[in-house]
């Protein structure tokens, strides 16, 4: 057993680490546009020598107000929901794998189409097609992950998702200050052609999940994929523990099961599940962290003197959220998801009322930047990655699929208000808004006390049965 284990481990961890390239390509897409003055430029005069030749020849500059730049990063939130809501179905049709796939299509267009930009409605069309790449991509990866691991590992695991969104952050902080020229805003574009051909390739080796291979009746197969992912005897017993039958009738007995959106989103019995999700994704992104990072270089510049010094700010800053990552899976497995969820809300609160106090009261930039990376370090401890967790394990298998439609439609939706709204009120009203920001997570923050369930060590079953039981209907 042991001789076997190791190998068994690494096809585990090398499959989380393939399906979590999805979750890298939205941080990278996140990250593309931040701080390239060519691209949020109002006037290319304004960008130096601007008759230099381009990447691969094309222009230096795609001129812009300040609010068509956050529309251009408000787009792909704006169509990551429309992703998030076809990749649900999809994978329950298409498979896990199959549909990690098809969402590459789209992101290797937008690569090109944004590389090639001649004009902003192109522009804008590139960001439409990564969105629904790595919208579909936000609802893959956590199923996923979850389907694969088995219990002992599922929380550990689960930390790929923001493992692999904060590597794609770091990776667009370092390539503009490697190659700061104007122009160089396009090989940022066209470098994500790479990771998508990359995840293609890996894809053709990674197997499908056991739940999916189950509900299609190849019992034989989910169980070969459990014993490659290091589940025990007894969870491979008691997750294949069903009544023999054809594969056809498996299928569409399965295909009867499951849960529809409208019954996700009407019946009583599901509406604690609903909550939960809804506010858990919501939180995560209206507590503002994508704009930390999709705006740092407007934040940071309150703080630091020279854009030089913002720009290697930003790339320490970024390998620091990486390395971040590696500490909430042990977490999770020692305090559970409720403590550290809640942890994570207040005291991000805290640390964003801070910067603002920092700025308006005490006139201290470094107390700001404590305030800036108390904030963001707070975020990973929670609520970086278990509303993804949650996600699967709130709702019975039946319903999981329509619940990550759900809730990645509400983080797609509510990123995308954050990254619209969010300059357009730090032009305005400055520091200030991280305090608007600081007292919606105190609100939510009482709302989570209130609802949020403990899932640490339990099955699905077990945690939906606990929110039926104490739900008022």
């Not at 998508?196 to 080796?205: G, Y």
């Not at 934040?299 to 990552?325: E, K, R």
């Not at 949650?390 to 208000?417: I, K, M, R, Y």
Request: net charge positive; hydrophobic share 55%.
């Amino acid at each position: 057993m042991s001789g076997s284990a190791t190998p068994s481990s690494a096809m585990l961890y090398f499959s989380g680490a393939t399906a979590a390239l999805l979750m890298f390509q939205l941080g990278y897409h996140l990250g593309e546009l931040n701080g390239l003055a060519c691209v949020g430029s109002v006037d290319p005069v304004a960008v130096p020598d601007p008759t230099a030749p381009g990447f691969l020849g094309m222009s230096v500059c795609l001129p812009m107000s300040r609010i068509a730049y956050s529309l251009a990063n408000g787009a792909l939130a704006l169509a990551g929901a429309v992703g998030a809501l076809w990749a649900g179905r999809a994978c329950d049709q298409y498979g896990r794998v199959r549909t990690m796939q098809l969402l590459n299509v789209p992101l290797i267009a937008a690569a090109l189409v944004m590389t090639f930009a001649a004009n902003y409605p192109m522009l804008i069309f590139g960001r439409l097609l990564a969105g629904l790449g790595t919208g579909g991509g936000s609802v893959l990866t956590p199923i996923y992950l979850s389907e694969v691991s088995p219990n002992a590992k599922r929380g550990f695991l689960g930390v790929f998702s923001v493992l692999g969104l904060g590597s794609g952050l770091f990776v667009t902080s370092l390539i503009p200050f490697l190659f700061p020229a104007p122009q160089m805003w396009r090989l940022m574009t066209f470098c994500s052609l790479f990771f998508a051909a990359l995840q293609l390739a890996l894809l053709t080796v990674v197997p499908e999940t056991p739940v999916h291979l189950k509900a299609t009746g190849r019992i034989d197969e989910a169980k070969a994929v459990m014993r490659k992912m290091t589940w025990s005897d007894a969870e491979i017993a008691q997750a294949t523990d069903v009544e023999s039958a054809k594969p056809s009738k498996d299928a569409a007995a399965a295909s009867k099961e499951a849960v529809s959106l409208g019954e996700f989103l009407t019946a009583a019995k599901h509406r604690k599940s609903l909550l939960v999700l809804a506010m858990s994704h919501a939180t995560q992104q209206l507590s503002g962290i994508n704009a930390f990072f999709s705006f740092s270089f407007s934040i940071l510049m309150l703080i630091f003197p020279t854009v030089y010094a913002t720009s290697l700010f930003y790339v320490c800053f970024n390998a620091y959220y990486v390395l971040l990552q590696f500490i909430p899976g042990n977490l999770l497995e020692r305090y559970g998801r409720r403590p550290l969820m809640l942890v994570s809300i207040f005291a991000m609160a805290f640390f964003a009322a801070l910067f603002t106090v920092a700025d308006k009261a005490l006139h201290q930039p470094y107390v700001q930047l404590v305030g800036f990376v108390g904030a963001v370090t707070v975020f990973s401890f929670g609520l970086s990655s278990i509303p993804f967790i949650l996600t699967a394990e709130v709702v019975e298998p039946a319903a999981v699929g329509v619940a990550s439609q759900v809730s990645l439609a509400v983080n797609n939706l509510s990123n995308f208000v954050i990254l619209v709204a969010f300059p357009p009120l730090l032009d305005a009203i400055g520091s200030y808004t991280f305090l608007i920001l600081a007292g919606y997570l105190v609100v939510m923050g009482v709302v989570a006390l209130r609802i949020l369930p403990e899932t640490k060590g339990k099955s699905p079953a077990e945690v939906v049965a606990e929110l039926r039981g104490t739900a008022k209907v």
